[in-house]
């Protein structure tokens, strides 16, 4: 079964420059969940999908980021204007649960890291 | 407000040794508890989880945890360490309700002696 999917793996920009980034979660699963993972720091979760809706956005800094699932499937991340606090790994992770928990594991990809100069 | 606290930024170990990494939480009510490991440039990877049940959760590469309650802890425990275990180490919380949100803590390096 092939995993999460990500791209590109690296990337560095200007500041005030934009970037995208595209996920493409394992097949079937219905939660797609982009997380910010900034050096020294834990997983931060950013925007949750639930099939193409917004379950989660609080997160988000939504003059600047934007994300999308048009389909249910795949997921593009943007940032634009970027700025030097911006230099992170996004990680992007998938999940289907069943009802519940009980099998609901998140499936991490190996993230986009960004440097903006 | 909702938090997870790993209090140790970096542990070392020597090989052979035994493991304890901290976690605690502050919740509303008890929420599902994981531990996940990020090896460097990889992604995470669930090691365990806890609902409900036994407080002594196994997981996998030989990692257990135990939940208390009393003392809103999840704490992730090996009793022999690997130096392939050299790694960072999330402790990560889900309300139980059907918002499937997880939260991590920010992280604990391991660090392996030969």
């Known amino acids: 079964e092939a995993g999460v999917a990500q791209s590109p793996r690296y990337k560095i920009i200007e500041k005030r420059q934009s970037v995208a980034f595209w996920c493409n979660p394992i097949?079937?699963?219905?939660?797609l969940y982009w997380y910010q993972q900034i050096l020294g720091q834990g997983p931060k979760l950013l925007i949750q999908?639930?099939?193409?809706?917004?379950?989660?956005d609080s997160q988000l800094p939504k003059d600047r980021f934007s994300a999308e699932r048009l389909k249910g499937v795949d997921s593009t991340l943007k940032i634009q204007p970027a700025k030097l606090e911006d230099s992170a790994v996004y990680l992007c992770?998938?999940?289907?649960?069943?009802?519940?928990?009980?099998?609901?594991?998140?499936?991490f990809g190996e993230g986009s890291r960004l440097t903006v100069l | 407000a909702q938090s997870v606290t790993q209090p140790d930024i970096h542990i070392t170990v020597s090989e052979g040794a035994s493991l304890e990494l901290r976690c605690n939480y502050s919740y509303g009510a008890t929420p599902y508890l994981f531990w996940y490991v990020q090896s460097p440039g990889q992604g995470l990877q669930l090691l365990l989880k806890?609902?409900?049940?036994?407080?002594l959760v196994q997981g996998i590469k030989g990692f257990e945890a135990e939940f208390k309650r009393s003392q809103s802890s999840f704490n992730l425990r090996k009793p022999s360490v690997h130096w392939s275990d050299a790694a960072e180490y999330f402790c990560?919380?889900?309300?139980?309700?059907?918002?499937?949100?997880?939260?991590f803590g920010s992280g604990t390096r391991l660090l392996v002696r030969p």
């Open positions: 999908f639930q099939n193409n809706g917004v379950v989660d």
């Open positions: 806890y609902f409900s049940g036994d407080t």
């Open positions: 097949s079937g699963h219905a939660t």
């Open positions: 992770a998938s999940s289907f649960p069943q009802g519940g928990w009980n099998t609901g594991e998140l499936f």
């Open positions: 990560a919380v889900a309300p139980m309700d059907s918002s499937y949100k997880l939260i």
